[in-house]
């Protein structure tokens, strides 16, 4: 009897491990390189909508929601086509649709079905800029941009992410959305949102992941559109077991996939590693990607979707709109911002070639403090004090750099 028990036994434990998926780290960590080394890829051209590349990395992504047993939440299978005809007139806004003449992308969307009353939505871009043009900073020879932090990092992390809540017991669906056309202008996100394949009065929530690749030294993790529930900030700050520096943000708006959830009146949030001197450029590959880093993304928002397994349906609440979509300015300095800086001015993470900062001797982690005669303490006076100039202007920029005030003369 003893020995029929044991079998028993052993049987049981096999076809448990059978229906279980026991996900170590380092399985996570290895797929997350397997992911973004492939879709960051030569071979897939920089994934530019209506490509090859773009059509290569949707069956990719498709095939790892297949894999880890999503079903097919698209309009025809995982994927959700769309057209889009550029307008000619640049005042007015492209057209986004099924029918006509145009681009042609693909939304990829998996969904974990656990018969439950809401559905939690996660989601990131796959698209990028192809060989460069509109959108790239690299003034160099016609290069195929990788994007490898924008945003294979949040492809990944998302198909980690479908891997990880398959097989948790939950009281929410999942539906995960692999968006084309961000980099154009939000299309794929802008389309799913106004041609949903689930009800969106039944969404509880919308995590955005978008260039979470390059988490620096200091474990920064920047969250934008906290301000969009009011439970947020206190369930961020609860799963923080890492010991990450949030720096986040309220509004529910900005230049990534959330935001057309946002204005469909459903709480969201944008989780971002920070801005780099690789942004936009080839030079965005995967063999600079930080994947502890990374990982630890995953399993923060695994613990944030984890610690809101009780709650209701969260409260939704309007933002001030923080962006930086209205400022008005036809100038620049030539530098890109540290957008996870937290303290008084503006910290300058990489400089432009051949623009004013450059020839003014200015350096990435220098700290602007003053432009003309404005104050500098944040994103927004830096953005505001831009848009008191035009071309071939002549001010004086103030910056800190470590414990000295220097100041320099510039020509826009």
């Not at 003893?2 to 960590?29: G, M, P, Q, W």
């Not at 079905?113 to 003034?139: C, K, M, P, W």
């Not at 994007?147 to 949040?154: E, L």
């Not at 474990?219 to 890492?242: F, M, R, Y």
Request: aromatic share 10%; with cysteine; glycine share 10%.
């Amino acid at each position: 009897m003893r020995k029929v028990n044991f079998y028993l036994f052993i049987l049981f434990f096999a076809v448990l491990y059978s229906c279980t998926d026991f996900t170590t780290d380092r399985e996570i960590l290895a797929s997350l390189e397997e992911d973004i080394n492939y879709l960051a890829d030569d071979a897939l051209e920089g994934r530019a909508i209506g490509t090859q590349g773009e059509i290569k990395a949707a069956e990719y992504i498709a095939a790892a929601f297949e894999k880890y047993g999503l079903e097919p939440k698209g309009t025809e299978g995982y994927f959700q086509p769309f057209t889009v005809k550029k307008a000619t007139n640049p005042h007015k806004e492209a057209v986004i649709g099924t029918d006509g003449e145009g681009v042609t992308g693909r939304n990829v969307a998996g969904f974990i079905n656990n018969n439950a009353q809401h559905t939690v939505v996660i989601g990131a871009h796959f698209d990028h800029l192809g060989y460069g043009s509109e959108g790239s900073l690299h003034r160099g020879e016609r290069a195929i941009h990788n994007g490898a932090d924008d945003n294979a990092s949040g492809t990944a992390a998302i198909i980690q992410l479908a891997r990880v809540l398959k097989y948790n017991a939950s009281n929410y669906n999942y539906l995960f959305l692999a968006f084309s056309g961000e980099e154009n202008g939000l299309w794929g996100s802008n389309y799913f949102s106004k041609n949903p394949t689930v009800d969106l009065a039944t969404v509880n929530y919308m995590i955005n992941l978008d260039m979470v690749g390059r988490m620096n030294e200091e474990q920064t993790l920047a969250i934008s559109g906290v301000g969009t529930s009011p439970l947020w900030l206190e369930k961020l700050n609860a799963v923080n077991s890492d010991s990450l520096k949030l720096v986040t943000s309220e509004s529910g708006v900005g230049p990534s996939d959330h935001t057309p959830f946002y204005l469909q009146d459903l709480p969201v949030l944008h989780f971002f590693t920070g801005q780099h001197e690789d942004y936009h450029k080839p030079s965005d590959d995967a063999d600079k990607i930080n994947y502890d880093g990374l990982m630890k993304v995953v399993h923060f928002i695994e613990r944030l979707v984890g610690e809101l397994e009780d709650e209701e349906k969260l409260a939704f609440t309007k933002t001030q709109d923080n962006s930086n979509r209205g400022a008005s300015f036809s100038v620049s300095l030539g530098v890109v911002p540290d957008y996870l800086y937290d303290g008084k001015g503006m910290r300058i993470d990489g400089v432009s070639d051949g623009k004013p900062a450059q020839s003014a001797g200015m350096q990435k982690g220098d700290i602007v403090v003053k432009l003309g005669d404005s104050t500098i303490v944040d994103m927004m006076s830096y953005m505001r004090a831009l848009g008191a100039f035009k071309a071939g202007d002549r001010t004086v920029v103030e910056f800190k750099r470590g414990d000295e005030l220097k100041a320099a003369e510039i020509k826009f």
